[in-house]
């Protein structure tokens, strides 16, 4: 194939060549983990995750270029220039909503932690969710995976690292409890992120260890951890 991948941003995310198991991992915890927090929410919440519609571990395979984004953190300025500086947006949007995918058939992988930090991180959703849907009426992709500060959010939405996201919510009008226990349009989009995805031969996260283990050992030990609450690698990195 004629894919090229291309690491745009941001550089926090994991990238392993599946075909020769050559590893580069910018953070430490096992990619399981982003969900093990996730799953004392969910299962509190009796909130059950359809993982046949919303896979844990997507599969892609293409011919195209695909670009990669990780750790925006509410920077939606920041975020813009890099899109526009690879060309996957024509023009600075007057909204995030309003904005639009000028990479063709491209693909762009997100690549976790859309929120904390900054202070407009509910604009760098709502613009990326703007661009997935203009992105496939033009036969691109864009594809947001979920990062430690998504899942660190759904397991505990009072906490002190998530405390600049939640007072966004606040000010919007959001419940963060609720946002956090999967209700309403943005916290089923928070609770169906997929945690990795593979394009052809490249896998892709946030961060991590696959341990070599096959996409479907990945996505029954994630499916398994957030179904039973049990914990699948200590918590011991400092995200």
């Given at each position: 194939?004629?894919?090229?991948?291309?690491?745009?941003?941001?550089?926090?995310?994991?990238?392993?060549?599946?075909?020769?198991?050559?590893?580069?991992?910018?953070?430490?915890?096992?990619?399981?983990?982003?969900?093990?927090?996730?799953?004392?929410?969910?299962?509190?919440?009796?909130?059950?995750?359809?993982w046949n519609k919303y896979?844990?571990?997507?599969?892609?395979?293409?011919?195209?270029?695909?670009?990669?984004?990780?750790?925006?953190?509410?920077?939606?300025?920041?975020?813009?220039?890099?899109?526009?500086?690879?060309?996957l947006v024509p023009a600075?949007?007057?909204?995030?909503?309003?904005?639009?995918?000028?990479?063709?058939?491209?693909?762009?992988?997100?690549?976790?932690?859309?929120?904390?930090?900054?202070?407009?991180?509910?604009?760098?959703?709502?613009?990326?969710r703007t661009l997935q849907?203009?992105?496939?009426?033009?036969?691109?992709?864009?594809?947001?995976?979920?990062?430690?500060?998504?899942?660190?959010?759904?397991?505990?939405?009072?906490?002190?690292?998530?405390?600049?996201?939640?007072?966004?919510?606040?000010?919007?009008?959001?419940?963060?409890?609720?946002?956090?226990?999967?209700?309403?349009?943005?916290?089923?989009?928070?609770?169906?992120?997929?945690?990795?995805?593979?394009?052809?031969?490249?896998?892709?996260?946030?961060?991590?260890?696959?341990?070599?283990?096959?996409?479907?050992?990945?996505?029954?030990?994630?499916?398994?951890?957030?179904?039973?609450?049990?914990?699948?690698?200590?918590?011991?990195?400092?995200?």
């Open positions: 194939m004629n894919m090229r991948i291309k690491q745009i941003g941001w550089s926090n995310l994991l990238l392993v060549r599946l075909d020769i198991k050559v590893f580069a991992v910018w953070e430490l915890c096992a990619i399981a983990l982003l969900f093990t927090s996730f799953s004392s929410v969910a299962s509190g919440a009796d909130v059950r995750r359809d896979p844990a571990v997507l599969e892609l395979d293409t011919n195209e270029d695909v670009f990669a984004i990780g750790d925006v953190h509410g920077d939606r300025k920041r975020l813009v220039k890099v899109l526009r500086s690879a060309k600075l949007p007057s909204a995030p909503d309003q904005v639009k995918w000028g990479g063709g058939k491209s693909v762009l992988v997100m690549v976790g932690d859309l929120i904390d930090k900054g202070h407009k991180s509910l604009q760098v959703i709502a613009l990326l849907s203009d992105a496939a009426s033009h036969g691109g992709q864009v594809i947001i995976l979920m990062g430690n500060h998504e899942a660190e959010f759904l397991a505990n939405p009072a906490g002190k690292k998530t405390k600049k996201f939640r007072k966004e919510l606040e000010t919007a009008g959001k419940h963060p409890t609720k946002v956090a226990n999967c209700k309403g349009d943005l916290g089923e989009f928070f609770c169906n992120l997929p945690i990795a995805v593979r394009v052809n031969d490249w896998f892709f996260s946030h961060g991590g260890n696959t341990k070599n283990r096959t996409i479907a050992e990945l996505s029954a030990a994630i499916e398994d951890g957030v179904n039973s609450k049990r914990g699948l690698c200590q918590r011991g990195a400092d995200w």
